[in-house]
């Protein structure tokens, strides 16, 4: 079950006159557009993310430094769309299995979207998918290696769609729901109306939550301190009647372990209300292996018990047909040799959490994610990892619930891990400002939190009663 590598090709080079100046460089929330796209492009996760820039290309490059993307620069923009295709192609490589080109003037397409297209091309096993309304089809489109090719024989100003009715037996649709989402600032009076588009309120974003997905570090406490709002917040779930999984990445704890810390600072929960990735790593396992399956484990009590209680059979060896991976800090060279060759016999892979680093007294040191990467260097093997930002844990809290994404809302102190997850299933994200991450990290990152709080106390103080 490899992840199947979606490439994004952000089509960024025309040369728009009627703006007064590129319109690359128009404002949104305070980005320039291009830089925008492309974020969005980024939080979804598409890799690799290419930029083909050709009109102003000096003046649109600035705007996208210190980006996770590659620039590439078209300098026959003039000629039309194709050269651009061409030039995003040729820098894709092999391992790309099918790419999504982005305009660079919608800017109210989401995550969300774009992993929808994804998911309807692995599901239809269509060359092409097309965003498609009332008998009309829109971009972007996402286009399978397969038509690479063609693509590429593609001259003067025609884009992808000439490809459409040639290929009419490999395309595939995208309903969809809401094609304001698909609207594009073609003219200045177009981008005009969509900046002057209503805003949401926090209360906007609040109004509809009945379920709570909440990391713990940096939200509930810090260390040994419990952070300000924590009793308050437990009251108001408690007055609402809010549904709530307390999350965490960190697998080598029980979740009866943080019970007990919530006790300590006068909060009451159960350890159904708690979930960490090695819980996760289990449920996904449970859901997609045979019944009793076997598994090798690395990692502490908080893996073997997660794995155990799903029913799966821990077994000592190379025969497993599994191996889970969490962080386990008694680490031998034997066992990293154990699951290494479970794996290069078929095993699957699973990590419980990325995080390359652990926090320890003296510093960093090597995390659950360094161990993924030195299983991976063994074997060649991507590992499936279950912890945020990838989608498992947050799909496995949200049945634990039976809540929908639109009704729950993530709370988190961390950009790249908590608010990324949010944002890649299209849940609303509260960023608090309590735990690792400031208000300059915030300024600075390519994830925008759809609502940003001190702590949980002003959160619980903008909620709308
Ligand atoms: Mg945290």
Known sequence: MPKSKVAAVLLAAGGATRFGRPKQLLEWDGRPLVAHVADTAWATGLNPLVVVLGAAAERVAPALEGRPLQVLRNYRWEEGVSTSLNVGLAALPPSVEAAIFLQVDQPLITPRFLRALVTRWRESGADIVVPAWEGQRGSPVLFARALFPKLAQLSGDVGGRAL??????????LPVEDPALLADADTPEEYARLCARPRRTPASFLRPVRALICDMDGVLWRGNTPLPGLRDFFALIAELGLRYVLVTNNASRTPGQYVEKLARFGVTTTTEHVLN????????????????ATVYPVGGAG???????????????ETAEHVVVGWDPHLTWDMM?????????????????PDRTFPSEEGLVPGAGSQLAMLEAATDVQPIVAGKPEPVLYRQA???????????????????????????????????????????????????PDLVFDDLAALVRAWPR
């Open 277 to 292: 990735s090695a819980q996760a790593a289990a449920a996904y396992l449970a859901e997609h292996a045979a019944p009793g």
């Open 398 to 448: 949200l049945a634990r619930m039976g809540a929908t994404p639109e009704e729950t809302l993530v709370i988190g102190d961390r950009l790249d891990t908590d608010i990324l997850g949010g944002l890649r299933l299209g849940l609303p994200t509260a960023m608090l400002l309590s735990g690792i991450q400031s208000r300059e990290d915030l300024a600075r990152s390519p994830i925008h």
């Open 337 to 353: 040799a154990t699951a290494a060759l479970a794996i290069r016999r078929g095993a699957t892979f699973i990590g419980a959490n």
């Open 164 to 173: 459409f009715a040639a290929h009419a037996d490999r395309l595939a649709t």
């Open 303 to 317: 893996v073997r018990e997660a794995l155990l209680a799903r029913g799966l059979r821990l077994v000592e060896g």
